[in-house]
């Protein structure tokens, strides 16, 4: 016997069925052991509150169609993978650092039961979370002891309101950055409990400025890296080493916001100067705290390292509960810093390392491997080539330094200016709209492919058919 219609063959109503009949059709009853009654039954509303609205002849088809795409739809993931073809090796948008295949594996391993978190298995009673990944921060930074929080912002949250609360944080003028989304430091220190001293100008700051501020309320020494811009010409600031000798000569803590937070000499792997954590810490600074997903390449954290007395303060902190990490980010963390052991192997296992030393030669010839695909997939009206462009390493680590790489350019051969822009959204839309999206950037009547991020082209060209792709 042949399996019955999963649908009614009637096309000529005029009015829907009852909910009941339509909860009866055998799409409808699959859908309902797949994903719940509820939200079928909410799907078939929604769709009857829409004919009301619209009335109109009744198609069954048409419309057990459109209920089982609402219904796959809210049950689809929202977060995805992409390919990252921007040219920003590091976006804050697209999940800045890909984590290596050991933070995976070890995130899973942790996940799927219980772990000991918080237990220490040598003594046989509770733990410290921040055990799992203190020695190894202390053994690449020299730090004399660390703690972990969720993202850098928390991290320079809790080292605020834990040393300087109700008193004065003395900071440069040319130092009050903006980072992603609209966060300001000055708003993070009141939200910290603390009273910002602004010294000097947006352009020169001098020692003096920060002796002549010091009083009995001043808490703290402050210096942030800026990482998301850089001020040039008739230019002047206190260096780290300059600050800590003012900080110890009025018994005060300096504090260093580093942003990315390197560990790693980025020259010697070629690429521009980035001070460290260690190179920091050696200079005098107290307190640095930085980023766990930009230059070191692992899970979203804000790291805190170095007095042992100053980070115990901030541990005891109620404050740090909240902020800490879990179980499947310190077990990437961890996996991840254990990889820097190695300094001659970490920046080929580190994806993020891997990708901003790729050198062009090979990511010319990944551009070139899809060029023609490309070609055929967006269609007639379309001219590529491949051409050289500058990658930048995002998440505001060196905004001003560009690393050699290549794209495929994709053109619209006709049009007016107007009428291509259209085309080249529409193209950018397409690509988006595709199993594993991609994501490109529009840049003078052309949208490019920065193929720096593309190491392994086969999931990307086999998803590469005409039919999807052209009109």
Same mark, same amino acid.
């Given at each position: ?28 009853? @699959? ?11 909410? %799907? ?12 109109? &002849? ?38 800045? %650092? ?144 300059? #600050? ?63 007095? @042992? ?51 062009? &030669? ?71 709209? #595709? ?37």
């Amino acid at each position: 016997m042949n399996a019955p219609d999963p649908i009614p063959s009637a096309t000529d109503r005029t009015r829907p069925p009852s909910v009941d009949q339509i909860l009866a059709w055998p799409l409808m009853a @699959r859908l309902c052991s797949l994903h719940g009654r509820p939200l079928v039954l909410d %799907a078939i509303r929604v769709g009857l509150d829409h004919w009301r609205r619209e009335p109109g &002849p009744f198609d069954d088809t048409d419309f057990a169609t459109a209920v089982e795409q609402a219904v796959l739809k809210a049950v689809a993931s929202s977060l995805r993978p992409v390919f990252n073809l921007t040219g920003t090796v590091l976006h804050t948008n697209l999940g800045r %650092a890909p984590l290596p295949q050991e933070a995976i594996d070890a995130m899973v391993a942790v996940a799927s039961g219980a772990s000991n978190l918080e237990f220490d298995l040598d003594k046989g009673k509770r733990g410290d979370r921040d055990d799992h990944v203190e020695a190894r921060v202390c053994r690449l930074t020299g730090a004399e002891a660390a703690t972990v929080v969720n993202n850098n912002a928390a991290a320079v949250l809790l080292v605020l309101n834990s040393l300087a609360r109700r008193k004065e944080v003395i900071v440069s003028r040319g130092e009050l950055i903006e980072i992603g989304g609209a966060f300001r430091l000055p708003d993070i220190m009141a939200r910290a409990g603390c009273k910002l001293h602004e010294v000097g100008t947006t352009n020169r700051t001098h020692p003096r400025d920060f002796d002549e501020a010091i009083s009995s309320r001043t808490a703290l020494l402050m210096k942030a890296y800026t990482s998301n811009y850089r001020i040039e010409g008739f230019t002047a600031e206190v260096g780290e080493a300059d #600050l800590a000798a003012i900080a110890r000569a009025n018994n005060l803590p300096l504090a260093v916001d580093l942003g990315s937070g390197s560990l790693l000499d980025m020259t010697a792997l070629g690429l521009p100067a980035e001070p460290t954590v260690r190179e920091t810490l050696d200079k005098g600074a107290d307190v640095v705290t930085f980023s766990g997903d930009k230059l070191l390449g692992g899970p979203q954290a804000g790291m805190i390292a170095g007095r @042992r007395d100053l980070i115990q303060r901030i541990k005891k902190n109620p404050l740090k509960r909240a902020l800490r990490c879990d179980k499947q980010t310190l077990a990437a963390l961890e996996a991840v810093l254990g990889l820097y052991s190695n300094p001659d192997t970490v920046a080929q296992r580190v994806p993020a390392l891997r990708l901003l030393t790729r050198p062009e &030669p090979a990511i010319r010839a990944t551009a070139e491997a899809i060029s023609g695909l490309l070609k055929a997939w967006a269609g007639d009206g379309w001219q590529t080539s491949v051409m050289p462009v500058k990658s930048q390493i995002g998440s505001g680590s060196l905004p001003l330094d560009l690393l050699p790489s290549a794209a495929v350019r994709l053109a619209p051969l006709v049009g007016n200016k107007r009428e291509r822009n259209r085309q080249l959204k529409a193209l950018s839309a397409r690509l988006r709209q #595709l199993p594993m999206p991609v994501i490109g950037r529009i840049s003078e009547e052309s949208l490019l492919l920065d193929c720096r991020c593309l190491e392994n082209e086969a999931p990307f060209i086999a998803q590469l058919k005409p039919e999807t792709g052209a009109l």
